[in-house]
C-alpha cells in the first residue's frame, strides 16, 4: 500500500497477516515504522524529527552510504539517507516462501552527487516482513561504472530501536571483543566484563562481531534479536543527556528511549570493481524476553 504522510512524503506500508507492519519512505530508503501485532511501535523516531529534504530523518532506519560516519570527504553519514528513492514495479521474486510482503527501493547515481563522488552505481534494497514479523533489510550495491573505476564505501543500517529505559537494558553479544571508541578519537579497546550496560554517552564500533546480538529491554520485557551477515562491524550510540541538548533534531529527554545498534561495515571499507556487486543484510526481530533462551 503506498500513500503520503503529513508531511508529503511517500511511503509503503507492509502488513503481515498476524498483524506485524512496517512503513518505509522512498525518502532515505529508510523505514520509519515496525510494529508488532499489537500495535506497538519497535523502532524510535524523535519527536523534534525534520521531514524536509535535504535534511535527514531523526529516527528509524537511515541508510549509511557511501560512507559511515566522517570516515571520508563525504557529508556525515553519506547522501543515500538524503535521496529520494525508487520502487522497482517489478522485484526479483523471493528466493525464500518467508517473506512474502516485500519491496525493492532503488537508488542510482545522480547528477548532483557525482560532484562528490564521481561513481555509478546501483543499490538495491529490499524489504521484508517475514511470517513472525521479522523485519529483513537487504541491500545489493553493484558497481556500474564504465570507465573502469572502482570505488570503495563503509556501510551501515543505522537502526534506532524503542527502549522503555535505557539505563534498563542489556546487550548481549558484544562483551570481550575489540571496538573502535569515537568518543575518544577513535582509539580501539577491548570491551571487559559481561554485558554491555549503559549509563553515560555510548558511541562505539564493535569490530568483528558475532552474527547474532541481542538487545534485552528488561522494563518492557522484550528482547530484540538483531542478525547479519556480509556486515562485520556493529556500531552502538547513544547521546545521553548532555549530547542530547546539542542535536537540533532531538528531544532533551529522547535519550531514556533510544538506543542504536546498527549492523555495520566501518572498520574494513569494501571495493567493487566494475560489475561486481556486494550484498549486506540486516534481519531484526521483537520477542517477549521469556522466549528467547539466550545466547
Ligand atoms: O552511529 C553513531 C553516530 O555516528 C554518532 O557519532 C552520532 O553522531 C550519530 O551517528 C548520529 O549522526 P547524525 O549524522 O544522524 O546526527
Known amino acids: 500500500q503506498q500513500c503520503k504522510d503529513a508531511n508529503g512524503f511517500d511511503k509503503i506500508i507492509l502488513r503481515e497477516l498476524r498483524g506485524f507492519s512496517a512503513e518505509v519512505y522512498l525518502y532515505g530508503g529508510q523505514v520509519m515504522s515496525w510494529k508488532n501485532e499489537l500495535g506497538e511501535e519497535l523502532l524510535f523516531v524523535s519527536s523534534k524529527a525534520n521531514f524536509k529534504h535535504p535534511k535527514s530523518i531523526r529516527g528509524g532506519i537511515p541508510i549509511c552510504f557511501p560512507q559511515f560516519s566522517n570516515l571520508g570527504s ?95 537494558v542489556r546487550i548481549e553479544g558484544l562483551e570481550t571483543l575489540d571496538y573502535l571508541d569515537n568518543l575518544k578519537n577513535k582509539e580501539r579497546f577491548t570491551e571487559q566484563g559481561d554485558a554491555i550496560t549503559f549509563e553515560s554517552e555510548v558511541d562505539k564500533v564493535y569490530l568483528s562481531t558475532p552474527t547474532k546480538i541481542a538487545i534485552i529491554d528488561h522494563e518492557r520485557k522484550r528482547t530484540f534479536v538483531l542478525r547479519k551477515d556480509g556486515l562485520p562491524d556493529a556500531v552502538v550510540w547513544n547521546p545521553w543527556d548532555k549530547k542530547a541538548k546539542t542535536i537540533s533534531d532531538f528531544g532533551d529527554d529522547e535519550y531514556k528511549h533510544m538506543l542504536c545498534v546498527q549492523a555495520a561495515c566501518v572498520e574494513k571499507s569494501i571495493t567493487l570493481k566494475p560489475g561486481e556487486e556486494w550484498k549486506g543484510r540486516q534481519e531484526i526481530s521483537a520477542v517477549p524476553s521469556s522466549y528467547f533462551s539466550g545466547q
Not at 107 to 118: C, F, I, M
Open 74 to 168: 563525504l557529508e556525515h553519514h553519506g547522501f543515500a539517507r538524503n535521496k529520494f528513492w525508487t520502487l522497482d514495479p517489478n522485484p526479483p521474486p523471493p528466493t525464500t516462501s518467508t517473506s512474502r510482503a516485500f519491496i525493492d527501493l532503488i537508488l542510482k547515481n545522480s547528477e548532483d552527487d557525482t560532484k562528490s563522488w564521481p561513481h555509478r552505481y546501483e543499490f538495491r534494497l529490499r524489504i521484508a516482513l517475514g511470517p513472525t514479523g521479522d523485519l529483513m533489510l537487504t541491500s545489493r550495491i553493484r558497481n556500474t561504472n564504465t570507465d573502469g573505476k572502482s570505488f570503495t564505501f563503509t556501510f551501515a543500517y543505522h537502526t534506532y530501536f524503542y527502549v522503555t529505559d535505557v539505563s534498563e
